[in-house]
């Protein structure tokens, strides 16, 4: 590990450090699945692929890690080589990941002990952890890619717990836009008794909203980015319920 450094090569320089120690954690547990590949310069070695690999194990301590060793690369071959790497690595699909959930909740019971188990956030968990509780047609139109998962957890917020009322949601929520569903669900806090299709038709109508543009540094944007990813939501929901909530913790609700 000593002998090993990130070179010019590596084509991943932003958001290096994002969920490393996830990473690290899923490594801990499960063990390297996949070697980082370096070449040898000198008396060091250059790593090519497997920059967030290398920082996990880093930060577990490890002296050693499971390397292939390259030839010797050309510059354009080797951030090729770094590039196609990073292009293939392909998350784990929305509902793969909603029905591992969903069979560890009933197996623990404990979103700690599911995001130890899957080694992601528990704030991931637990924002998945209704959509794998939700109703089977729901799950279903999102596996399908019908649906976004969070448009799901906008019509599970209306729908309360009336399945055929969240699946009229849902069958209308591709049609809407993304103030329309907002609306939907604000509406739907004030008179949960109503309809799916009186919701839908208040939430179309036109209505008056103020739009507060914040600026914010990249560090402040791109934890934005990973809120909205790790719980689901466009990031407009994420920054909307962020200010609502510190109004409402200060006494302004």
Not at 35 to 54: A, N, S, W
Not at 129 to 139: D, M, Q, T, V
Not at 154 to 168: P, S, V, Y
Not at 218 to 225: H, S, V
Request: aromatic share 4%.
């Amino acid at each position: 590990m000593a002998k090993i450094y990130v070179g010019k090569l590596n084509v991943r320089t932003r958001q290096v450090e994002t969920s490393v120690d996830e990473l690290a954690e899923n490594i801990r547990r499960h063990g390297l699945l996949h070697p980082i590949i370096v070449f040898k310069t000198d008396d060091k070695y250059e790593l090519i692929v497997g920059q967030r690999r290398y920082l996990a194990y880093k930060k577990l301590g490890k002296d050693t890690i499971p390397a292939f060793i390259s030839e010797p690369l050309d510059e354009n071959k080797g951030r090729i080589l770094s590039l196609s790497e990073g292009i293939h690595r392909v998350e784990i699909p929305s509902g793969d990941l909603m029905d591992a959930i969903g069979a560890l909740w009933l197996k623990y019971g404990s979103a700690k002990l599911i995001a130890q188990e899957l080694g992601i956030k528990e704030s991931k968990v637990r924002d998945w952890i209704p959509l794998s509780l939700a109703p089977e047609a729901a799950k279903e139109a999102i596996k399908e890619r019908k649906v976004k998962p969070s448009d799901v957890k906008k019509a599970l917020k209306a729908g309360g717990t009336d399945e055929k009322k969240i699946m009229e949601i849902i069958a209308e929520m591709p049609k809407m836009t993304a103030p329309e569903k907002r609306r939907l669900v604000d509406i739907a806090t004030e008179r949960p008794q109503a309809p799916a299709k009186e919701l839908v038709t208040e939430a179309k109508k036109p209505s008056v909203e103020e739009k507060v543009i914040v600026h914010l540094t990249p560090k402040w944007a791109e934890r934005l980015d990973v809120a909205a990813t790790d719980l689901g939501m466009d990031r407009e929901d994420v920054a909307k319920t962020a200010v609502i909530d510190w109004l409402s913790a200060r006494g302004y609700g």
